[in-house]
């Protein structure tokens, strides 16, 4: 069961897993640090250093699964909140070798390992274990990615669009009082009567 933690669980888990795999002699060339942004960070001018990040832009309700309960779910249970997260992954680096051989890289990755299942999502958000992250990328129209860069501070830097969906949270569980077994009636004669 899913909590309200999955969000940030699933971009700290891409971050990890990008930083874990990224290989000795890239990070001897090119040294990286791989790190979930929030909105304040992406729109810093600060220096960076050689950086990919991963800025969470963008969260919409799955189209496809939003009514659908969980497999061999109770029927008392509430359907669980289904959501697709939009991540930016950008490059902060000073140099177009860097720049273009880290986000190759990073392309390459999550190309050949798009899924996210329990073993690679950070723990705090209680993942089952058939919850599954699907992370694909997605196509942004240059209009929108333009949007985006003009609302932040720094100047355009290379970046590519990827979806991570489904996103499966769960209500909070509400706990159960004791069942009602049985009531005692008591019949009496109204007062006026006697």
């Not at 969470?56 to 659908?68: A, D, G, P, Q």
Request: net charge negative.
């Amino acid at each position: 069961m899913a909590n309200v933690l999955a969000i940030h669980s699933v971009g700290t888990s891409l971050a990890a897993y990008l930083r874990n795999t990224y290989p000795g002699d890239l990070r001897a060339a090119h040294p990286c640090e791989f790190k979930l942004f929030a909105s304040a960070e992406m729109g810093s001018t600060e220096e960076r250093g050689t950086t990919l990040s991963l800025y969470l832009y963008r969260i919409t309700m799955n189209e496809h699964v939003r009514n659908v309960r969980r497999t061999n779910d109770v029927v008392d249970n509430d359907t669980p909140l289904s959501v697709d997260l939009h991540f930016l992954l950008t490059v902060w680096a000073d140099n177009a070798l860097a720049e273009q051989t880290i986000l190759a890289w990073a392309m390459r990755q999550l190309h050949q390992r798009p899924v996210l299942d329990r073993s690679t999502l950070s723990p705090e958000a209680g993942w089952e274990s058939s919850d599954v992250v699907h992370v694909i990328p997605a196509e942004l129209s240059h209009e929108d990615l333009m949007r985006i860069w003009d609302a932040l501070a720094p100047s355009y830097r290379l970046s590519l669009s990827y979806i991570a969906r489904v996103v499966r949270i769960d209500a909070d569980p509400v706990p159960g009082g004791l069942p009602v077994v049985a009531r005692n009636f008591v019949v009496s004669e109204p007062e006026a009567a006697r």
